[in-house]
């Protein structure tokens, strides 16, 4: 795959997650929406990590001149993934709830708004 495929699937994968992860927070909490909708975000958070770890970092320093600070978040998203949804098949809904507000934030809030730093490809799109 070439790096341009690379990064609209990435855009198209992170948006849905977005789209869906934002419903998410609205709806109400264990009905069988919010489970297959869940289920899809998760899915889509993963897709999304593993596209990230095929882009290169762009700005900052390197390890094995691929992987940047930012590749951090998908350590945070195949971390969160099973444990939010391991918590949810206990029944254990407080840590279930910590665990996907904060992959959320981290992984899509904060990320996006590194992707509007100077010398990103998002940030030479949007100024």
Do not use: E
């Not at 495929?5 to 264990?30: D, E, N, P, Q, Y």
């Not at 195949?78 to 992959?103: C, E, F, I």
């Not at 934030?105 to 949007?126: E, K, N, Q, Y």
Request: with cysteine; proline share 5%; net charge positive.
């Amino acid at each position: 795959m070439n790096y341009t495929t690379i990064v609209f699937t990435h855009l198209i994968t992170v948006c849905a997650a977005f789209l869906l992860g934002t419903t998410m927070l609205v709806l109400k909490k264990g009905t069988p929406l919010h489970r297959m909708l869940g289920r899809s975000y998760l899915l889509l958070m993963l897709f999304t990590a593993g596209t990230a770890l095929a882009l290169p970092a762009q700005l900052g320093p390197t390890v094995l001149g691929h992987f940047g600070p930012i590749h951090l978040l998908c350590i945070v998203v195949a971390y969160s993934v099973p444990k939010g949804w391991l918590a949810a098949r206990r029944g254990d809904w407080q840590t279930h709830r910590k665990v996907m507000v904060r992959l959320y934030v981290l992984a899509l809030v904060v990320a996006g708004l590194f992707t509007l730093a100077p010398g990103r490809l998002i940030h030479s799109w949007v100024f």
